[in-house]
């Protein structure tokens, strides 16, 4: 079926940078599952959120700097939303019961995306890259879009930027003491609901700066939200809940199989990464790696 | 001595109420007759899916699958298959308990929030073979047109057909909810540790329960097809798996009739907010966030609660009586 190597070669690489995008929005996924035990159904709508707010920041500043201002701008105004939701309403919720977290983040979603069609209403939107971005790198006999290749130095750098964070600052120590022992952390003096409101928008964050990524290659619609945060939830689950690695493997599985999948069946390339997803259940129910729960 | 005359009082108010459901298409508009055939489907629906997440405690993330298979069984009976629709209509919820019977013997090896996970990818599997397998399914267009006999396809027809099947179902899931086998269910739900202990399977009455609910949602799904005459990928999709979870939730899940609280609440809003605002998903939402503020278990739950108050009330004044006579 498949004639020749070069073919081969590029869907790997497309698929690659499809799991970067995956690994930078499924890392806050799985940052904010680590920490405060909650399955944040509404990371999906932040994602979109994400997306169309770096379409706006694109209409405001034209030219290249527009871009790279909304790869930073983006992210953040994500953050402040997500901050604000913590603030007034998610904070008051933590001794509650898991299902009912799990259903505020829930309405959480309902009233962000409505809130999205509200503010940019239900047309499809599209972004171009910078100049910069035109034309592809050959690599390995096989060639890529300029962009993908940037994905590609992204995804890792956002990667060790998260392990340095967790590892080797004190913010990220308490965040994942947090997430091992939380009654510990707070008998040793730690506000351990200020430690949540930071884990929660840090993860948030990540799903603004997933969305500004992901902004350029695809049209930006309502509804980007629902495909993406079941696709996020199945790859934190097989890379280990909570553990960034295993969002790493998860979105590495789960992007190279859809690549190759469109190249060896092409109708049913979807199906491909949730039967990856089942093989991989049903062998370590518990993930690739070790997960913090 | 009270309890069975209250138990009477239930009774007749469920008679009354079924009476009056009878009565309803003959005074109200076809439009409301359709609305409602639409909540009595979903109503089965949420009440199926409480079987297993109110009662028996799983975290079932995936349910509407079930439906949609379920219906997705049905219309292609009806459409590529010469069999009589009274066939179909008993073979097609079996399917849905079979693919049930098969998803929920991996899933019921995992607990917890990776039993959910499980269930959505291989719920998410079946949803992109129906969503891509355009031969079969006609992909994102679904099915229209089912050939549906003429005395079951009018609206007050479908409807008639639908609240029969409907009672049946809720006598039958009450007598199991009753029976030592859901006794059992929540008694696993409630320590699945001790259960064990005292020498009941828990894997297995999971998965019964698992098989039992699927084949209700496949009722429910044949029902959505005798109403709508129509399929399409949407109905295995999981944003309605958690839509149901919520009207569980809205109605209060630990109690029997909760998701048809549940069920109505949400469609009548959809369809009565809908007609005002698009926004409809945004005041749901508001909802939601308000009921897990103020009444976290559910509008039935609150007054299952608040009516038990007072009875508890009566029997203390009672007792007072006694024991100053």
Known sequence: MVSDLGALGSQFFVGLSRAMILFVVCSGLSFVLGVLRVPNIAHGSLYMIGAFSAYSITKLVAGPAGFWLALILAPLVVALVSLVAERALFCHLYQREHLMLLLFTFALSLILGDLVKIVWGAEYKSIMAPDVFNGSVSLLGASIPRYNFFLLVVGPLVAVALWLFTNKTKMGKIARAAAVDREMVGAVGINVSWVFAFAFVLGCFLAGLGGALVAPTVSITLGMDHNLI????????????????GAM?????????????????????????????????IWRPRGMLKSVW | ?????????VLWLLVVILVLLILFPAFLPRFYTYILAV???????????????????????????????????????????????????????????????LIGWFCVRLTSLYFGMLQISLGSLIWAIAFRWYDLTHGDDGIHGVPIPDWASSTSGAYYFILFFLVLCLIAMYIIHRSPFGMTLQAIRDNPARCSAVGINVRRHQIMAIVIATFFAGVAGVLFVVLEKSVFPDLLFWVLS????????????????????????????????????????????????????????????????????????????????????
């Open chain 1, 230 to 245: 079941i696709e996020a939830f199945l790859i934190v689950t097989i890379g280990g809940l909570g553990n960034m690695w």
């Open chain 1, 249 to 281: 493997v998860g979105s590495l599985i789960f992007g190279l199989t859809q690549a190759f999948g469109v190249l060896f069946w092409p109708q049913f390339a979807i199906v491909f990464p949730y039967m990856a997803v089942v093989i991989v259940l």
């Open chain 2, 1 to 9: 001595m009270q309890k069975s005359n209250l138990n009477l009082k």
């Open chain 2, 39 to 101: 909540i009595f489907v979903t109503a089965l629906l949420a009440m199926s899916l409480n079987m297993v997440v109110g009662h028996g405690g799983l975290f079932q993330f995936h349910h509407g699958v079930f439906y949609g298979v379920g219906a997705y069984a049905f219309a292609l009976m009806l459409t590529k298959t010469g069999l009589p629709m009274w066939l179909c209509f008993i073979l097609s919820p079996l399917v849905a308990a079979a693919v049930g019977f």
């Open chain 2, 242 to 325: 958690l839509e149901i979870f919520i009207m569980c939730l809205l109605g209060g899940w630990f109690t029997f009739a909760g998701p048809i609280v549940g069920a109505a609440i949400t469609v009548a809003l959809r369809t009565f907010v809908g007609i005002y605002t698009e926004y409809w998903t945004l005041i749901l939402g508001v909802l939601l966030i308000l009921l897990i503020f103020f009444l976290p278990e559910g509008a039935m739950g609150f007054f299952v609660q608040k009516f038990e108050k007072s009875r508890d009330k009566e029997a203390a004044l009672a007792r007072e009586q006694h024991a100053e006579s």
